[in-house]
């Protein structure tokens, strides 16, 4: 069963703007982590948080994580062409610690715009 | 980019005939998984191994089978392809946790298959 549920499904901002996505899940998680593909490409991963953080950042990454919502926002700033890919949500909520693999939402496509 | 590779990354194929999509990682990770993505879409866990000797069906059932022989290589089969196995496939590996830090996933670049 699906998971995380990205919010928007596409989004499209010009270049130098900040960007967010969200994502909601449903059950309690150990983590939830952001990963972007490339057209083509595998996943990235971007950044991970764990369920007793409420906020982390990495470069021009910000991530803030409501565990009382079960929702999880990635914000991006200073937005580059290069950032123009698709972004996932990924939850962490089995027993193994993530190694039962972890549920992804649909993803947000960025468009950054020159 | 984490080393690990998948092969072919492309192959369109006839109904019926056997298939085998190939992932190798070389950093040593304990943990590999199977993802399946349809296009525009979310990835969904098909197969995972905690080690040597170790495979786990995923949430999303499949008709394909998995093996891990060794750690570096875990080979995902169907033994007959039909159109509804048409889609990418994406390998990923994590390594142990770290103090009890999660560790993240590495993919590779996926193979998308087409059945005829």
């Known amino acids: 069963s699906q998971q995380g549920e990205e919010d928007p499904q596409a989004l499209s901002i010009q270049e130098g703007e900040n960007a967010t996505m969200n994502c909601s899940y449903k059950?309690?998680?150990?983590?939830l982590q952001w990963y972007r593909q490339n057209s083509g490409r595998g996943l990235v991963h971007l950044i991970l948080?764990?369920?007793?953080?409420r906020e982390k950042h990495s470069g021009r990454l910000r991530v803030t994580l409501d565990t009382s919502k079960k929702s999880s926002s990635l914000l991006i700033t200073a937005s580059r062409a290069a950032d123009t890919a698709s972004y996932f949500c990924a939850t962490d909520d089995g027993p193994g610690g993530g190694a039962d693999g972890l549920t992804f939402g649909k993803g947000t496509h960025l468009i950054i715009q020159p | 980019e984490a080393d690990i590779y998948q092969t072919p990354r492309y192959l369109v194929i006839g109904t019926g005939k056997k298939i085998t999509l190939e992932c190798s990682q070389t950093m040593g990770h304990d943990k590999m998984y199977w993802y399946q993505q349809d296009p525009g879409m979310e990835l969904h866990l098909i197969h995972y191994?905690?080690?040597?000797?170790?495979?786990e069906k995923g949430d999303l059932s499949s008709e394909s089978t998995v093996s891990r022989i060794r750690t570096e290589h875990f080979p995902l089969t169907l033994e007959s392809a039909r159109p509804s196995h048409t889609s990418q496939y994406l390998c990923a590996s994590s390594p142990p946790s770290a103090g009890g830090e999660p560790q993240p996933q590495h993919f590779g670049d996926g193979t998308r298959l087409s059945i005829l």
């Open positions: 191994s905690y080690g040597v000797n170790s495979t």
């Open positions: 059950t309690s998680i150990n983590n």
């Open positions: 948080i764990r369920s007793n953080e």
